[in-house]
């Protein structure tokens, strides 16, 4: 492998200032329209990142088509609309630039870092993402904690509690998963690190992310049972063979234990019958029909353009909890792409799942996995997080099938 024209140490602590950046919800400047200070770093590093991989002759040119060429058929397909729309030309910034930008860098900072430095980046951002949200829930520093009010909690930097618990469930997975894909040891660090990450989840008190944490815990139980009795598979999935089920049993048994214990001592439940109700009656499940109701109204197709879902929120008269003039997508981020710009935005998507899930590591089954289900309760194709996971599993199995290791 090439070495990069910038020093490694250059890239390493790009790489965490970006990171940082993005989980900085509020900050952002006002150039024409609203830019997170993320975004920027974003697109900085992606300039450093091409320059690399241009003067190196690694630039992964049918990536950067594929992005392109959806994001022109997208846009495409929103300006055709004549529906009224509202902050249009920000989602064609995001899916012309923001996106393949978080993409490809999650990409190339797996094929270029030594595994144990990646993995350290990672665990350092969610460090510093734990930290931080100790820090805000004593010190509610203004320009950083988005006050919300009673909807307000444990949630560090982000934009609230949900996409905190997200991410830091994410960024520990990827950890854990990472170390056990390539035999990387476990010291008191990493482990010191996994329990305040399960306590902030805990403060967090998103549903979210417990049920992510159940569904893959049984698709991983479930898999291994399947696989157990075949001999021809894929090399580095022998390892989720070889460890005992034993573990992945108990785990599953201290996770619901876990859960139905916090959930009858908080003073407000995680889940509770009437808070279920509610978001069938009038929130998600309400939310779900009227998207449905406005597919079916297109003939199925979609396709009412950018930034529809904002502006007809805001004139929606049926009051929907969660959805207003300031919401610019639903609850299930793949109806809202249907709704949005048709069907061909749904492919865009299940592509880009397709290219980042395989079965040569564990990481790479269990991101694009974990990202699917939370993108079925939450709009989270709408942030760059969830490109970046994307582009890391890609990124992986691009490395190892180069190196002839899968």
């Known amino acids: 492998m090439q070495k990069p024209i910038f020093q490694s140490t250059f890239f390493f602590i790009l790489i965490l200032f970006v990171l940082f950046s993005m989980s900085l919800s509020i900050v952002s400047i006002n150039a024409g329209i609203n830019i997170r200070i993320g975004q920027l770093a974003i697109l900085l590093m992606f300039g450093f990142v091409l320059l690399d991989d241009l003067k190196n002759k690694s630039i992964n040119e049918t990536l950067l088509v594929f992005f392109i060429f959806f994001a022109i058929l997208l846009t495409f397909v929103s300006k055709s609309s004549s529906y009224s729309k509202i902050d249009e030309m920000k989602f064609v910034i995001k899916y012309m630039l923001i996106f393949p930008a978080t993409f490809y860098i999650g990409q190339w900072s797996v094929r270029n870092f030594k595994i144990e ?90 549903k979210t992310i417990w049920m992510g944490i159940f569904l893959i815990i049984t698709f991983i139980i479930l898999f291994k049972s399947i696989i157990a009795s075949k001999e021809n598979v894929k090399e580095s999935v022998k390892k989720l063979k070889a460890i005992n089920s034993f573990y992945f049993i108990f785990a599953f048994i201290v996770f619901v234990t876990l859960f139905f214990a916090v959930n009858s001592i908080l003073a407000e439940p995680i889940v509770s019958v009437a808070m279920l109700e509610e978001k069938l009656n009038d929130e998600r499940g309400k939310a779900y029909l009227v998207a449905i109701r406005l597919i079916e109204n297109s003939d199925w197709f979609g396709g009412y353009g950018f930034g529809f879902i904002q502006q007809y929120f805001s004139v929606y008269t049926d009051e929907i909890i969660g959805l207003d003039e300031n919401s610019g997508m639903i609850f299930n981020s793949y109806l809202d792409v ?69």
Request: aromatic content about 20%; glycine content about 8%; proline content about 2%.
């Open 117 to 206: 430095d990646f993995f350290k980046v990672i665990e350092i951002s969610l460090a510093s993402y734990i930290l931080m949200a100790f820090i805000l829930s004593v010190y509610p520093i203004g320009f950083l904690y988005n006050d919300r009010g009673e909807l307000s909690g444990f949630q560090g930097t982000f934009l609230e509690t949900g996409w905190f618990a997200l991410v830091v469930g994410a960024f520990t997975i990827t950890s854990i998963l990472g170390r056990l894909d390539f035999n990387l040891k476990f010291s008191k660090v990493q482990y010191i690190l996994y329990f305040f990450s399960m306590i902030a989840l805990v403060l967090s008190k998103n």
């Open 338 to 406: 249907w709704i949005s710009v048709g069907i061909l935005g749904v492919l865009f998507h299940f592509l880009l799942l397709k290219f980042a899930f395989s079965r040569t590591h564990l990481l790479t089954m269990i991101l694009p996995i974990y990202w699917f289900i939370a993108a079925n309760t939450n709009p989270t194709i709408g942030d760059e997080y969830y490109y970046l996971f994307l582009g890391i599993s890609y990124g992986l199995i691009i490395k190892y099938k180069k190196e002839g290791s899968v």
